[in-house]
């Protein structure tokens, strides 16, 4: 499955932003989407997830304030971020695998998108 993602830019702390992430190729095997993102000089670190049945899944830095969508028609994963802070400024990326476990381990998505970035000012 290829993935590309957009809405990436820059805010000000406690605005708010909506990442999008259209799919295409083998849909069939993204049973479990995810975002990522990476900081300059910080490993890469899972946001939220969610499977194909609904199911999410949120890292605790971002609960309450990220919410993780899809439009299975449309193809398409989501990320609202609201309240934003600074130490969210990172490259954001759309992941996919075909298990529907939900998790939020890097090494089990096979599948990504080239990255937005997201910078939070205060």
């Known amino acids: 499955v290829q993935l590309l993602e957009s809405g990436g830019g820059s805010v000000q702390a406690g605005g708010s932003l909506r990442l999008s992430c259209a799919a295409s190729?083998?849909?069939?095997?993204?049973?479990?989407m995810g975002w990522f993102r990476q900081a300059p000089g910080k490993e890469r670190e899972g946001v939220a997830a969610?499977?194909?049945?609904?199911?999410?899944i949120y890292a605790d830095s971002v609960k309450g304030r990220f919410t993780i969508s899809q439009d299975n028609a449309k193809n398409t994963l989501y990320l609202q971020m609201n309240s934003l802070k600074p130490d969210d400024t990172a490259m954001y990326y759309c992941?996919?695998?075909?298990?529907?476990?939900?998790?939020?381990?890097?090494?089990?998505?096979?599948?990504w998108g080239q990255g937005t970035q997201v910078t939070v000012f205060s």
């Open positions: 969610i499977a194909s049945d609904g199911r999410t």
């Open positions: 190729g083998d849909t069939t095997s993204a049973s479990c």
């Open positions: 992941a996919a695998k075909r298990s529907s476990y939900l998790l939020l381990h890097v090494g089990a998505f096979p599948d």
